[in-house]
């Protein structure tokens, strides 16, 4: 299949090509990295609709707390691009995997949240959103919490819960859910471990026993976890664990 993904050179994005890839797909990469942006998708793809098999979209702003200081941000990137590819591929009907997140389950806490509700809103019957826990690997931002915790560069920890998942796993998930036509079951699914875990406790597990713990930001979700039913029922199973992860990168 010819494979148009968004964010492409991103976190996700490069782990999703480079897999996709080596099962022989093409791929028509789209990420402001590559002077493709976003904002071009739709108008520069009109043309090629009949080399187009499949839209992955995970090109997002995916910051909770920056978008409480700029909504305008999110809303536009966010909300009305996504809203522009959902409407092409559903006119040109091509099957739409798009980014979502955990914080739909409690998107009245921030914008970023906020604009994931409204994208699963907007979404049509062909178009499966993708919830994300908090995804960690090799290649994760490096403002990310986990490289952090690893490089010993966290000045506190919160008591949040999080469901940790691999980006590997996240992978897996997103080529099952392409094989078996996943929109004709649901319309998104959670995409996480199922094992919630406090943030707190990582600090020791890296060596670090005395990092301060804090109360979380009122604009995140307390609890993540994933319910990962519909994804265990579909054959899909996490190969990877935070603790072992972490454990293993601090020997």
């Known amino acids: 299949m010819r494979i148009a993904l968004t964010g492409s050179r991103g976190f996700i994005g490069s782990h999703v090509k480079d897999r996709l890839m080596s099962l022989g797909h093409e791929i028509d990469e789209w990420d402001e990295k590559i002077n493709k942006p976003l904002k071009d998708f739709t108008c520069v793809s009109k043309g090629q609709t009949e080399h187009i098999d499949y839209v992955i979209h995970l090109a997002a702003y995916a910051d909770v707390r920056e978008s409480i200081n700029e909504p305008q941000k999110y809303w536009d990137n966010n909300v009305e691009r996504t809203t522009e590819i959902q409407k092409f591929c559903d006119f040109y009907d091509i099957p739409l995997l798009y980014a979502s997140s955990s ?74 859910l392409m094989e078996h036509n996943a929109w004709l079951l649901k319309p998104a699914y959670d995409i996480g471990t199922g094992n919630g875990v406090v943030v707190s406790d990582l600090g020791p597990l890296a060596g670090y026993p005395d990092i301060p713990t804090r109360e979380g930001d009122e604009c995140e979700a307390h609890d993540n976890t994933a319910d990962i039913t519909d994804m265990l029922a579909l054959g899909w199973t996490p190969k990877y664990d935070i603790e072992e992860y972490i454990k293993g990168k601090t020997k």
Not at 122 to 131: D, K, Y
Not at 137 to 152: F, H, K, T, V, Y
Not at 158 to 166: K, L
Request: aromatic fraction near 10%.
């Open 103 to 176: 914080c739909i389950h409690d998107w009245q806490l921030s914008p970023y949240g906020m604009s994931k509700k409204v994208n699963e809103e907007t979404a049509f019957p062909n178009q499966v959103g993708l919830r994300f826990t908090t995804v960690y690997g090799e290649g994760a931002r490096d403002e990310m919490l986990i490289g952090r915790l690893i490089e010993g560069r966290v000045s506190y920890l919160t008591n949040h819960i999080r469901d940790f998942v691999h980006v590997d796993d996240v992978v897996d998930a997103m080529i099952l």
